[in-house]
């Protein structure tokens, strides 16, 4: 699974960390001062290490809790994210993922503990309340069996009813979630692309059919699921492909339990589009037509807009315009 695991000395004697060198133990292991050592070096090659990336265990200094992008969340609550992880294991063109770090190795930050209190802090300061967000720098589920992330912190929202944790993944790694007592104010949430753009751009993500069945599975047992249509990228098909995704999802799914459904366009920053067109000079999607507002990239296109417009209003004739947002 990992070509080599690298460990910061400031972690060596964590239980967790001597948990995971055990269950490891034929993995190369390499100690190390600090993760940036080995995440932030130089002329790495990202294509490369992402055939065979490394592990770094790593300890979180700094703020572990942060206010949310605007127009992230779903909701007037104030909203944080914290990522106890850095990077995903899939490989999607579109991640802005791959312009933000130049290395594809796994950062996995095992004192849980701290992040723990830095949750519970926040949800002080917010009377108890507030939205959290798992699954911004990295896919919470999809390392499960080996973060045990849910194992820990699904406890701690337990605690504090009127706070919601949303993790937001492409995973079907719901085992955990499944041998787990439903969290009544967690939420997780699903990302969707077409069919035609999971085959183009999503390489190593399940199927839509796996990810569908996982999320039915969750719903059955119980656990609030929401949907996130996200990026929302229209090619020569035209609308087709999200007739043909939404009957799929919302036939599978119970769309009156369903917590909440997003869209959002492409966009990410403009330093992060330019170090992955680098990435990718090839690539179709990052020949698109751009445009440029408030420093976000976004594809630029005469019927943007409508074709926006279309698809929200087809999604309205499966959902309430209560469970529906729109991502900025």
């Avoid at 269950?23 to 001062?33: D, K, L, N, T």
């Avoid at 969340?73 to 999607?92: A, E, P």
């Avoid at 990026?231 to 599978?252: C, R, V």
Wanted: net charge neutral; with cysteine; charged share 25%.
């Amino acid at each position: 699974m990992f070509s080599t695991i690298y460990i910061e000395e400031e972690v060596l004697e964590s239980e967790r960390v001597k948990a995971l060198l055990d269950r490891f133990s034929q993995v190369p292991q390499v100690v190390c001062g600090r993760y940036g050592e080995v995440f932030n070096r130089k002329s790495q090659n990202f294509r490369l290490q992402k055939k065979a990336p490394a592990l770094i265990l790593a300890k979180k200094h700094g703020k572990k809790v942060l206010a949310a992008p605007s127009g992230y969340g779903y909701n007037d609550s104030k909203s944080y994210y914290f990522s106890h992880m850095l990077n995903c294991v899939y490989d999607c063109r579109y991640c802005f993922l791959q312009g933000m770090y130049s290395s594809a190795n796994y950062v996995l930050f095992v004192n849980f503990d701290d992040f723990e209190e830095a949750i519970e802090e926040k949800i002080k300061e917010n009377n108890g309340g507030g939205v959290y967000y798992s699954g911004y720098d990295c896919d919470s589920l999809a390392l499960e069996p080996v973060s045990n992330f849910c194992r820990h912190f699904l406890p701690v929202f337990r605690r504090h009813p009127n706070a919601e944790l949303e993790i937001r993944t492409k995973s079907t790694q719901v085992r955990c979630l499944l041998d787990t007592e439903v969290v009544s104010n967690c939420v997780i949430a699903m990302s969707f692309t077409t069919s035609e753009a999971a085959q183009q751009w999503e390489h190593k993500v399940p199927s839509i059919e796996k990810r569908l069945e996982a999320l039915h599975k969750l719903q059955l047992a119980g656990w609030k699921v929401a949907i996130r249509f996200e990026p929302l990228i229209l090619g020569s098909e035209g609308m087709a492909p999200y007739e043909s995704l939404f009957t799929q999802i919302f036939s599978k799914l119970d769309v009156q339990k369903l917590h909440s459904v997003s869209s959002g366009l492409f966009r990410m920053p403009v330093d992060f589009h330019k170090r992955i067109v680098k990435l990718y000079p090839d690539e179709e999607l990052y020949a698109r037509p751009t445009e440029t507002v408030d420093g976000m990239i976004a594809l630029k296109s005469a019927h943007e807009s409508s074709h926006l417009l279309a698809i929200e209003k087809l999604l309205l004739s499966y959902v309430s315009s209560e469970q529906y947002y729109r991502c900025a």
